[in-house]
């Protein structure tokens, strides 16, 4: 499901800059970010891994070899003038707020396509002051979600196409499909939609199960 809706962002050539959020409580990034580069490498993308930092870069590369020398720290990336690297295409693996000023450097001069996976750049720390205001003006605007799955407390948001967002109630045979919004909806119209009645738009069980089993696998 991911892959699908990656490949189909990275079709786009006049946006480089995506995300791809995962947003389950307590979810290891290590294995699915691993699975992801290895099916993109299979597509045939040139794929290099950021990682926060290098102790979860080694990590990565113990657990993957043959990704070994795709998997680099933030900071390496940084530091690193080789063209040749900074023409692939970088899944950039939970940067944190702390972070931002390093993945603002690396963006500013990478030429291939970036992919945030559950990135968190925004720091609510900042509040809502000039600088908060001219990261969301600047270098936050420049990112477009690929793929988004979030579980509700009685269903679940996914985005699986670009600008397309479809909202799930959670029942007891698994989730029954609500609708397609064409932007994020907020927290206001997602209780409203699972809070009514009208089962007028149908179902669609099973996809959003079968993912979440799958990404816990």
Known sequence: MTLVSVEQALSDRQQRRWTVTWRFEGLRLLQPALRLAKALEASGHEVLLGWPDAGSAALAQRESPELATHCLALKDLVLSDDPEIKGRLLLAIGPQPSDYEMVEQICNSWQGTVVLLNGKLEDAGVGIGSVAR?????????WRSAFHIEP?????????????????KADPDGYRFLGTMPSKPDAEAIEMALNGE???????????DRFIKDLGS
């Open 198 to 208: 009208s089962d007028s738009l149908g179902r669609q069980l099973g996809a959003v």
């Open 134 to 142: 001219g990261r969301r003006k600047g270098f936050l605007s420049i």
């Open 152 to 168: 509700l407390a009685e269903g679940a948001l996914l985005q699986t196409e670009q600008e397309m967002w479809h909202l799930f």
